[in-house]
């Protein structure tokens, strides 16, 4: 499953011009984090034909964004080499990474079709994780807290003279490039990529090697978890490759 998250929207016609480009680009999930407004007529007038997507929008808590395999979120701010937590890709190198473990559905059999809908070609993850693209508030974007949780960071390439999207429009370029890419793949539905938990059991393994080794500083080893945090997380392990990384780390404890 691949859903939209929306951190704390404060106008309707956002929520609904997201909703819009959703539907454009074959994605059926949003996620509405504490959001400031309501989905009103607002909302329902911009997003046209996709007011299904609002209809079954959920609406959660902070803490919701803990729950996914990979969590990929956006920003207008670029990090250096020593601020770890905002280095970020392109969405071009975004869309090759996902597109091994994104698929359309195939088409080429009768269980796939519906007299009324046609064939299902939502774009869904082939291998049953749960991935969030978190778009930042209109106001301020993501904080860091947020982007803490984040397992990678995107930047779409705007003039140096205004710089900030409006979350509907980043919205719209992500799902176009994802879209581009993943229907240029083939599914990779048989090959099995590293979960939420594979991931944590690989982080679990190394701090148990940081905590081992001596460091100048706390700062120093934090910097060390971070690092090694985000390269997991970018890496989009595949399962016989986290395993790999298990039992190395296994016998360096």
């Known amino acids: 499953m691949i859903e939209i998250i929306l951190m704390e929207p404060r106008k309707q016609e956002n929520v609904g011009a997201v909703a819009r480009a959703m539907k454009n680009f074959d994605f059926e999930y949003l996620v509405l984090i504490a959001p400031k407004c309501k989905i009103g007529k607002k909302a329902r007038k911009v997003a046209k034909h996709a007011n299904d997507i609002l209809d079954k929008a959920k609406i959660k808590k902070f803490d919701y964004l803990k729950n996914y395999d990979y969590l990929i979120g956006t920003t207008a701010i670029l990090g250096t080499d020593y601020n770890i937590p905002r280095n970020t890709i392109s969405i071009e190198q975004l869309s090759n990474k996902l597109s091994a473990i994104i698929g359309k559905k195939k088409t080429d ?4 079709f519906n007299k009324k809908k046609g064939y299902n070609n939502k774009n869904t993850p082939s291998n049953n994780l749960k991935i969030g693209i978190l778009i930042g508030r209109e106001t301020i974007g993501l904080k860091n807290e947020e982007i803490n949780l984040c397992d990678i960071l995107v930047t779409i390439p705007t003039s140096k003279k205004y710089p900030t999207l409006n979350i509907s429009h980043s919205a719209a370029i992500m799902l176009y ?22 991931k944590e059991i690989i982080m679990k393994y190394i701090n148990h090697v940081l905590n081992k080794m001596e460091f100048p500083t706390k700062e120093k080893k934090e910097t060390q978890r971070k690092v090694w945090k985000r390269v997991i997380g970018k890496a989009m392990l595949t399962k016989r490759e ?11 404890k």
Do not use: C, Q
């Open 242 to 252: 986290a395993f790999s990384v298990m039992g190395f780390l296994r016998k360096l």
């Open 109 to 112: 059999n009768k269980k796939n």
């Open 177 to 198: 490039e994802l879209f581009k890419r993943i229907n240029d793949e083939k599914s990779n539905s048989h090959i099995s990529f590293a979960t939420k938990k594979d």
